[in-house]
């Protein structure tokens, strides 16, 4: 009961409730999945009526792509922050950015289903498009930095290799957020990503084939 209220007082004094509703909208998602969210059940988590929701979004597809929106701009952050300016190495700065993406994933379960999981096209509004968009441009520019170790007739189109690490990103991420693995607890998902990144790196010729 006080977290409802601390949140109804911060919404109509502070002119938070559009934050408030996010917020709640993220808790709901992450707990009962996209398909159990409804507004007027964001309205009763934050301790509004459902009209005091229509005032700030149109619809509960439009509460989830904001959702998405502050997450793919949250992700976007977390890995140019780890990328940094590819130092000390592209190689090393592209491990850091992997280990950035497992880390936002697990910290953020709520960003996670809006963003990937809710059925929001990345495109539905420029504004998800730009945020969207951010995020995969930082992954473009490691996998253009990588690629510039490699004599240019072997060099991959960057799109294509940055879309190659997103799925293998993702798809680690997906194991283990399902406990598809969890038969093999000794495998972290930091491990399974190196362990994919590299192969997937020594075919392309960026890392040397072992012995």
Do not use: W
């Not at 996010?22 to 964001?42: C, M, N, R, W, Y």
């Not at 009209?51 to 904001?66: K, P, W």
């Not at 607890?185 to 399974?192: A, D, K, N």
């Amino acid at each position: 009961m006080t977290h409802v209220s601390t949140i109804r007082k911060r919404g109509y004094h502070h002119g938070s409730l559009r934050e408030a509703l996010v917020q709640v909208t993220l808790e709901l998602i992450q707990t009962e999945g996209p398909e159990g969210f409804t507004l007027s059940k964001a309205a009763r988590r934050a301790g509004v009526t459902p009209a005091a929701v229509y005032r700030h979004f149109s619809g509960r597809d439009n509460l989830l792509t904001e959702c998405a929106r502050e997450g793919y701009a949250s992700f976007a952050e977390c890995l140019s922050d780890a990328y940094g300016d590819g130092q000390p190495c592209p190689r090393t700065a592209f491990a850091a950015m992997g280990e950035a993406y497992l880390s936002f994933v697990f910290n953020n379960p709520g960003y996670y289903v809006a963003m990937y999981e809710s059925g929001i096209p990345q495109d539905r509004t420029p504004e998800l498009a730009e945020a969207a968009g951010a995020a995969h441009a930082v992954l473009e520019r490691a996998a253009a930095d990588l690629s510039r170790r490699l004599p240019p007739e072997k060099r991959q189109p960057i799109k294509l290799v940055s879309a190659h690490i997103r799925a293998l990103s993702h798809g680690v991420a997906q194991l283990f957020v399902r406990g598809d693995l969890k038969d093999h607890p000794s495998l972290t998902p930091e491990e399974v990503l190196k362990s994919g990144v590299g192969t997937y790196l020594r075919g392309l010729g960026v890392i040397p084939q072992d012995p």
